[in-house]
Nanobody, 115 residues
Framework: QVQLVESGGGVVQPGGSLRLSCSASGFTFSRAALAWYRQDLGKERELVAS????????SYPDSVKGRFTISRDNAKHTVYLQMNSLKPEDTAVYYC????????WGQGTQVTVSS
């Protein structure tokens, strides 16, 4: 049974930083490409970062490129999202999952960027 548990969200001022963590189980973590998505109220879920299973190649949309960094620790079955220079438009619930998403979602972690 696939389980994904996100943590690390919170309230932060614009320009601040947060580091999200996602602990995964129920699949062969080291062989899976992984991703972080986010969804704000009334909006579609958006891909914000992905990382390959092989050489750690990462990819980001222009909206977060240069500010967000995805990484993984295969020994800990954990994927991270370092978010710097946060903006109010980054406010959303953040989810981790496989890439491409196969329908497995955790409860997410809320990130609120507000002064």
């Amino acid at each position: 049974q696939v389980q994904l548990v996100e943590s690390g969200g919170g309230v932060v001022q614009p320009g601040g930083s947060l580091r999200l963590s996602c602990s995964a189980s129920g699949f062969t973590f080291s062989r899976a490409a992984l991703a972080w998505y986010r969804q704000d109220l009334g909006k579609e879920r958006e891909l914000v970062a992905s990382i390959s299973s092989t050489d750690g190649t990462t990819s980001y949309p222009d909206s977060v490129k240069g500010r967000f960094t995805i990484s993984r620790d295969n020994a800990k079955h954990t994927v991270y999202l370092q978010m710097n220079s946060l903006k109010p438009e980054d406010t959303a619930v953040y989810y981790c999952t496989t890439y491409p998403a196969l329908g497995y979602w955790g409860q997410g972690t809320q990130v609120t960027v507000s002064s």
